[in-house]
């Protein structure tokens, strides 16, 4: 009985608080990182397309000036890459594909501003039309360099000249309208859908962070900065071309550099 009642006992012990169980405290996720790392970046932005047949293009002012256009300059007058149709405060002005002349929008001896359409040209053969939409029109920079077609059910990997068009602006929200010029012998033919490269830029050696560190895509944005301490700071830096998935910081940072994974937010 003796022994039955201090069983019992040290059980009212235990269950009153008697016995200090040590309660261990719940593990602290730390808030993943990300370095900043050196390496290569293209910048290509790829985007459904139609081909379509003798499209007309403009020619837009590369500055803001005086335009002179040729004294014998004219509507279907077959112009080139390489044959001045004018001037603009003094420098040539030559037309980015060879065509015929369609109209001249802008009167002689006029000032314009930089990128206003001046003049449009129909190309004699064929190119393939898509539509930029607004979230990625920030990736076309200054000017897209250069483009690469595939045509579904026909051949891949051919070189176009991207080129504004006339009203290329689609419907409000939906984007720009861009035209790439396909090589004169390129097999197509107008209805075709193809898929279009737009290469916006390329860095052999950049300071590389993942967007989704980076607040901000276009001129400046912010990261959240780790010190040796584990302390955060919040830092602005200078953004250049990216890629979709990893974008340049031309300032701000250094290599090797220590970010939160995830970008700030404006709070």
């Known amino acids: 009985m003796k022994r039955f009642l201090s069983v019992i006992s040290?059980?009212?012990l235990v269950s009153c608080g008697g016995t200090t169980v040590d309660q261990q405290p719940e593990?602290?996720?730390e808030?993943?990182?990300v370095r900043v790392q050196r390496g290569p970046i293209t910048s290509v932005l790829v985007v459904p397309g139609v081909v379509t047949a003798n499209p007309q293009f403009v020619i837009e002012a590369p500055t803001a000036g005086q335009l002179t256009w040729k004294e014998d300059l004219a509507p279907d007058m077959q112009v080139s890459e390489d044959l001045a149709m004018g001037t603009l405060n003094g420098e040539p002005i030559t037309s980015p594909a060879s065509g015929r002349i369609g109209e001249l929008l802008v009167p002689d001896s006029t000032e314009v501003a930089?990128?206003?359409?001046?003049?449009?040209?129909?190309?004699q053969g064929f190119g393939v039309r898509t539509v930029v939409p607004v979230a990625e029109q920030y990736r076309l920079?200054?000017?897209t360099v250069a483009g690469r077609v595939n045509i579904e059910g026909g051949p891949a990997g051919v070189m176009c000249q991207p080129v504004p068009i006339l009203d290329g602006a689609a419907e409000p929200g939906a984007g720009v309208t861009v035209e790439c010029l396909l090589p004169p012998d390129a097999p197509v033919i107008a209805g075709l859908t193809a898929k279009v490269g737009l290469t916006t830029g390329s860095v052999d050696s950049?300071?590389?962070l993942p967007v989704s560190a980076v607040a901000g895509r276009v001129g400046t944005g912010e990261v959240t900065r780790v010190a040796a301490d584990g302390s955060h700071e919040r830092v602005s830096v200078v953004l250049g071309i990216t890629d979709g998935a990893h974008i340049e910081i031309l300032d701000g940072l250094a290599e090797g550099d220590t970010v939160l994974a995830i970008a700030p937010t404006l709070s």
């Open 10 to 12: 040290a059980m009212l």
């Open 27 to 29: 593990p602290v996720d």
């Open 31 to 33: 808030p993943a990182t």
């Open 114 to 123: 930089a990128r206003i359409p001046i003049a449009t040209v129909s190309y």
């Open 141 to 143: 920079y200054d000017g």
């Open 206 to 208: 950049a300071l590389l």
